[in-house]
């Protein structure tokens, strides 16, 4: 790894603070701060921050591992609260760390690509979403309702958790749909529960119109009147490289924060 680093920060006060007594400590051991070819983004904030350096940095992820510190509570993509600062970057600093990369999903729509670490979500707030559901090229269901949620293991614990999602315990290589406010009544049917797919699943999004829904991925949305199919799969290729340092254990980490 060279020594060219990025912070991507949650813009605060605190977090700000942070982000200066890293700079200092890592210009003190000879690295230097280049935002277009960092090898390693440290990143300063919550899972959101996690989230939206890793969005930041997408065209460049092969040459790129990301490394958090949480100014609030722990989080899911990070190991160390700002009271951890000194082990934080000691961690670092003498290579203790390891390294871990997750799938991201790679969704495509007739015009356009995105990836998601969490999720991806369609959502219509204006009117009953119709949708058909393939997974693997086979017609699963007919859905209505507010929409639909594909969660990586990774993002079980976020927004698929509050749609009634089963947390996915690391390590484990699979993929989880869950309905938004799905409608079930004697004229309309779908599977009603969440439902986890093997991770090579290839899993579509189709409707005659998705008029007035979003395309949720992560934190960020985009609108999809014109769009007519959402294709889903885990990504063959791209992968988000985690730093970690301290070792904690999966149920560890969900006990602690929920
Ligand atoms: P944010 O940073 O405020 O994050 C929202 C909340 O989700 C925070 O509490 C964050 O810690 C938590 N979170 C994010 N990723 C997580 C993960 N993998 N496991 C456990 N908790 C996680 O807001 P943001 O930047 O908009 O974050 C986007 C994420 O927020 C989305 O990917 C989605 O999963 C989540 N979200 C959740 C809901 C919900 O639960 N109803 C609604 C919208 C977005």
Redesign the pocket.
């Known amino acids: 790894m060279n020594k060219k680093y990025a912070v991507s920060v949650r813009p605060d006060e605190h977090s700000y603070e942070i982000r200066d007594r890293i700079e200092k400590v890592l210009t003190e051991n000879g690295y230097e701060r280049d935002d277009e070819n960092p090898s390693v983004v440290f990143t300063v904030?919550?899972?959101?921050?996690?989230?939206?350096a890793v969005h930041q940095y997408l065209d460049k992820l092969e040459n790129v591992c990301f490394y958090g510190l949480h100014t609030?509570t722990l989080?899911?993509?990070t190991d160390y609260r700002d009271s951890d600062f000194d082990e934080f970057m000691d961690f670092f600093l003498k290579g203790k760390v390891t390294e871990t990369d997750y799938p991201l999903l790679e969704i495509h729509t007739e015009t356009q690509s995105f990836y998601?670490?969490?999720?991806v979500?369609v959502e219509n707030a204006a009117r009953t979403q119709k949708m058909n559901v393939y997974i693997n090229d086979r017609l699963f269901e007919t859905y209505r309702g507010t929409g639909m949620c594909l969660?990586t293991q990774?993002?079980?614990?976020?927004?698929?958790?509050?749609?009634g999602g089963a947390v996915i315990q690391e390590g484990l290589d699979v993929v989880e749909m869950s309905e938004i406010a799905g409608i079930h009544h004697i004229k309309f049917r779908s599977l009603g529960s969440p439902i986890i797919l093997k991770s090579t699943a290839r899993v579509t999004w189709e409707s005659e119109s998705f008029q007035g829904a979003l395309l949720?991925?992560?934190?960020e949305v985009y609108p999809l009147d014109d769009v007519k199919r959402i294709d889903i799969c885990e990504s063959p290729v791209m992968r988000v490289r985690m730093l970690r340092g301290r070792k904690i254990r999966y149920l560890d980490r969900l006990q602690s924060?929920f």
């Open positions: 904030g919550g899972d959101g921050t996690f989230l939206y609030g989080g899911f993509y998601a670490l969490n999720e979500r969660a990774l993002g079980s614990t976020a927004y698929n958790r509050s749609l949720g991925v992560d934190a924060l």
